[in-house]
């Protein structure tokens, strides 16, 4: 495919939609198809062919429309007078999906009492990049990702572009790292452009974790091609010509909508050799993990991409200097990347123009938890929390009291109510004790313990340990010990002091980010909820009713301790 | 710890290790494949057993304690068969707070094993998983592959005693 | 090679620059307990007991695998140092069953002396007690679980030094455990070579020879350095 080829090929397809008497987008992601949505685009599919209206409807699949609570969901749009319409059905059943193709595509008659309010603040607040193509492409089709302009940054680079443009532009933007820490991108790709190696490489890092996010898994479903196309600027910009993408086993799905893409790129040449007719090559192979969530950490990936046990490694030297097979290596993750394309063909000025003075752009977070409205929403950076729990996610269910949002997963930490006010952006979360982390937010109300909320993140992180290193290892188990011990009211105030001690070793001693972030969980909750840790110890009293008192179980895997505290040498 | 042989498992015409060595070649008999092939590997016979953990190191030249090593790393590969049916409940943040654990210890009291076990009869394993990206819906159980949202205990029952009620 | 100079704990000192940090601080006397780390075997920076404060860096940083820089700050045991060396050592004996007292090397013991250098007269953490296996399939060595640190010298000597890589650690966390090829008795290994190599490397009374009793065990470690310079440098002895 030559660039000519492409723009015509985006013309077609812009001019298609635009033709169609009704575009209709029936969610294809994760949520909604656990909810029967493959079925109702079936149904919807012989309905409209039945009324006739096969030819001049569009039906497709798309990625996550975000309300995943309302799902199944299904977006219809119409193009008039230079605009879109759009329609929004929630919780659509077999039997509307009868009404509506007979009513709203055959009628033009909204059927009012079924639509979701597009006005409301679940959706005004949001602004969209990463996930602009939910709704408008089946990410299954290439065409449609060409149809939203698709790969147009990927020609603009190649033709007039030098890969120094591409790095100043990124750098230009302020884009920092979607993973978690929110290292400068633009400065990684610099680093990473320079170093000398006779091979680099470029790696996606789709290991996406935390429990509780699910944000990467809707990118790549729901718009595989955007992460090919920003991980082929990225190598382009840095002077590779391979790249990995590492993506959990457990998203299917993903999986093969990635092999898929990868695939159909391959066919028009927008991967592989001699890209859109220029002297740049680039190949994608996937990479599946195998549920190890420490593989997220990127000396780890890389390891395991080598095909070894995913333990990670100290650093430096960091990838970017030695990485996969001891060769330059960059490693984003899906955000990251897919915010590239946006960035190339708008400009880093744009792009730069959204957000805080040290967070540009917009964020990915999955809401979840008690919480009224779960699913994905994308925010510009700098809102505040308040307005993404209770404008954006509709507040709490059953008219219970707010608690905490935890951010980070397990290596982030529980907000309170009173920084409910706090900008989103990654120092004023890293100020309060938790972190941007990948973007899983969960609310938690009265009824959530946050004892045990750190009980959980800390078995999450002791079962994730790699064991390489003596401190997550042995570390996080004690941690762990205590931690039931004072939620079934058997500790004493000299274990907390202990387990604060623990914290502090692990936070400073361990040798990659799980351990060292493992205690970041329980200090933020010590820090805002002391008093719930001293109702467990001093009381024996849960106050949120949650842990059970009474004698712990035994240490796992093990016997009775043995009472040997003294002097053992 | 028994003892085991080391011997080079005959592939007995078994038409699946014609696919796996495919997927070997495929992979240019790189040792760094050999987290792709044991996906394979375990796709293909459900779970791996000494004989075929051989058999793919030593297509791989890797040494059959790095194999084992690299196989017990990941959660996603087992070393023991599965059950006929499989009920994954997730344990991700979303689902814990909305009550996953009493989804998991329902289950684990009714068919009397525990998470990460199989029934004797070899009927249905019981896994949990750390997260499957269906938070939006949580509690969220996969039954056969298939993630099912807002679960209740209740339900997740039902659901495993339909499967003892077909196989009676 | 160039030489650089360094600040250790206020005093300057000059290294050459392919020395790694923990050479540097061992060449000046300044002793730091290391139980992964072993003169001869690739570093891991695993058992975070040499870990240094850097001049200009929040981290703190294994020395075994830190490589000098001109100008270099070092702090080698300020009161925190010491503290954390106290605690992951604790850590360790708690998490498998260490019981000096009745063990073949009482006395040998790496493990044991670091615990006496830091002062540690008893554990604070709770005990595992694991329930852990003691392979004495073998017909010359023993491989007692309950004292693993996993350390992997004996992995990486069997794979370094021996070549046949008979050892590797399999699952993660505190499941860790050492295996012999496919977890299968030492005894039926089809790969060992029954050299020993992992016998001497290993700091605790994991790994020990049959018949011997604790004032018997000496371990000898000169080989690594004698086999790696050999290699490396091509220097074979006459």
Redesign the interface.
């Known amino acids: 495919m030559t660039g000519e080829e492409l723009l015509a090929a985006a013309e077609k397809e812009q001019a298609a939609r635009r033709q169609a008497k009704y575009c209709v987008a029936v969610c294809a992601a994760a949520g909604c198809h656990s909810l029967g949505s493959t079925s109702i685009r079936e149904i919807f599919q012989k309905a409209v062919n039945e009324a006739g209206l096969g030819e001049q409807i569009l039906l497709y699949g798309t990625g996550c429309l975000g309300l995943c609570h309302a799902g199944p969901l299904v977006e219809i749009q119409r193009y008039r007078e230079d605009s879109w319409e759009r329609w929004l059905y929630h919780h659509v059943n077999e039997g509307m999906v009868a009404e509506i193709v007979r009513h709203h595509l055959g009628g033009d008659q909204p059927l009012a009492q079924f639509l979701y309010p597009l006005d409301d603040p679940f959706f005004r607040s949001q602004y969209k990049i990463v996930l602009e193509n939910a709704g408008r492409i089946n990410p299954e089709r290439l065409e449609d990702y060409i149809g939203a302009d698709g790969y147009s940054a990927l020609w603009k680079a190649v033709s007039e572009m030098t890969p120094m443009d591409v790095v100043r532009e990124v750098t230009q933007s302020g884009l920092r790292g979607r993973g978690g820490g929110g290292y400068p991108t633009g400065l990684k790709w610099s680093t990473v452009a320079k170093s000398k190696g006779s091979r680099k490489f470029v790696v996606c890092n789709a290991d996406e974790g935390d429990p509780g996010a699910f944000m990467d898994r809707s990118i790549l479903e729901g718009d595989p091609h955007r992460i090919l196309e920003g991980m082929a600027l990225a190598a382009y910009a840095i002077g590779a010509e391979q790249g990995y993408i590492y993506v959990r086993g457990e998203y299917p799905m993903a999986i093969s909508r990635l092999k898929t893409a990868i695939r159909q790129a391959e066919k028009v040449q927008l991967l592989g050799n001699r890209i859109l007719e220029s002297a740049f090559n680039f190949r994608v192979d996937l990479r599946i993990g195998a549920g190890a969530f420490v593989c997220g950490e990127e000396t780890a990936l890389i390891g395991s991409i080598e095909g070894n046990r995913g333990t990670p490694r100290p650093r430096p030297p960091f990838p970017a200097e030695k990485g996969l097979w001891d060769m330059p290596t960059l490693i984003n993750n899906v955000e990251t990347f897919a915010n590239v394309p946006a960035i190339v063909r708008n400009g880093g000025q744009w792009f730069s123009r959204i957000g805080t003075e040290k967070s540009k752009g917009t964020k990915v977070f999955a809401l979840a938890g008690k919480i009224v409205h779960t699913g994905l929403i994308e925010v510009p950076m700098g809102i505040s929390l308040r307005q993404v729990i209770f404008d954006i996610g509709g507040g709490i269910p059953d008219g219970k009291q707010f608690k905490a949002a935890q951010t980070g997963g397990p290596s982030g930490g529980c907000i309170p109510l009173p920084h409910l006010d706090l900008p989103i952006d990654y120092e004023s979360l890293i100020k309060v004790g938790s972190m941007m982390g990948s973007g899983g937010l969960i609310v938690m109300d009265e009824t959530s313990c946050m004892v045990d909320v750190a009980r959980f993140f800390m078995q999450f992180c002791m079962d994730e340990s790699c064991g390489k290193c003596v401190p997550c290892r042995a570390g996080t188990a004690q941690i762990y010990r205590i931690l039931e011990k004072i939620s079934s009211g058997t500790a004493s105030l000299h274990d907390l002091e202990l387990m604060e001690e623990l914290c502090d070793l692990l936070k400073h001693t361990s040798l990659c980010g799980l351990g060292q972030t493992a205690p970041n969980p329980v200090v933020s909750t010590l820090r805002y909820f002391r008093e719930e840790y001293l109702a467990h110890i001093e009381q024996k009293t849960c106050p949120a009713g949650v842990c059970r008192m009474g004698a712990p179980d035994a240490a796992c895997g093990s016997a009775e301790p043995v009472q040997e505290k003294e002097n053992c040498l | 710890?028994?003892?085991?042989p080391?011997s080079l498992p005959p592939p007995r015409g078994d038409k699946r290790y014609k696919i796996l060595d495919a997927a070997i070649k495929r992979h240019q008999f790189?040792?760094?494949?050999?987290?792709?092939v044991?996906?394979t590997a375990q796709e293909l016979f459900g779970f791996l057993e000494?004989d075929l953990?051989?058999y793919v190191a030593r297509a791989l030249r890797?040494?059959?304690?790095?194999?084992?090593?690299?196989a017990?790393?990941?959660?996603?590969?087992s070393m023991k068969p599965q059950g006929k049916h499989t009920c994954v409940v997730c344990?991700?943040?979303?689902?814990?707070?909305?009550g996953a654990a009493d989804i998991l210890s329902a289950l684990e009291k009714e068919h009397g094993i525990k998470a990460g076990e199989t029934t004797p009869d070899g009927l249905l394993s019981i896994t949990t998983?750390?997260?499957?990206?269906?938070?939006?819906?949580?509690p969220?159980v996969v039954f056969d592959g298939?993630?099912?949202?807002q679960v209740s205990p209740q339900y997740a029952l039902q659901r495993t005693q339909q499967w003892r009620m077909e196989t009676l | 090679m160039s030489v650089k100079t360094l600040m250790i704990n206020g005093q300057m000192v000059s290294a050459s620059e392919d020395q790694t940090l923990l050479d540097v601080l061992r060449e000046n006397g300044i002793e730091l307990p290391t139980l992964c780390h072993l003169d001869g075997l690739t570093p891991i920076g695993a058992c975070r007991l040499c870990l240094v404060e850097l001049a200009g860096s929040n981290k703190l940083h294994p020395a075994c695998m830190t490589r000098i820089t001109e100008g270099m700050e070092v702090t080698t045991h300020s009161e925190r140092l010491v503290k954390y060396r106290r605690m992951i050592l604790e850590l360790l004996f708690a998490e498998r069953n260490h019981f000096c007292s009745i063990c073949v090397i009482n006395g040998q013991c790496d493990l044991q002396q670091m615990g006496y250098d830091v002062g540690m007269d008893h554990v604070r953490f709770e005990y595992q007690c694991p329930a852990v296996e003691v392979d004495a399939s073998h017909e010359r060595f023993i491989m007692d679980h309950n004292r693993c640190v996993l350390c992997t010298r004996c992995v990486r000597v069997c794979h370094e030094m021996e070549g046949a890589h008979t050892r590797d650690v399999m699952g993660r966390g505190g499941s860790s455990r050492i295996i012999t090829d496919l977890n299968q008795l030492w005894g039926k290994s089809g790969s060992c070579t029954g050299c020993g190599k992992c016998v001497q490397v290993c700091p605790t009374g994991a790994l020990f020879e049959k018949g011997r009793s604790a004032a018997e065990v000496v371990k000898q470690r000169d080989f690594l350095v004698y086999i790696k310079t050999a290699r490396e440098k091509h220097l074979w002895i006459q």
Do not use: D, W
Request: aromatic share 10%.
């Open positions: 710890m028994p003892e085991k080391t790189q040792p760094n494949a050999i987290l792709e044991l996906h000494e953990l051989i890797v040494p059959p304690s790095r194999a084992y090593g690299v017990t790393f990941y959660n996603f590969f344990m991700g943040t979303a689902c814990y707070v909305k998983a750390r997260c499957v990206g269906a938070c939006g819906i949580a969220a298939a993630v099912e949202g």
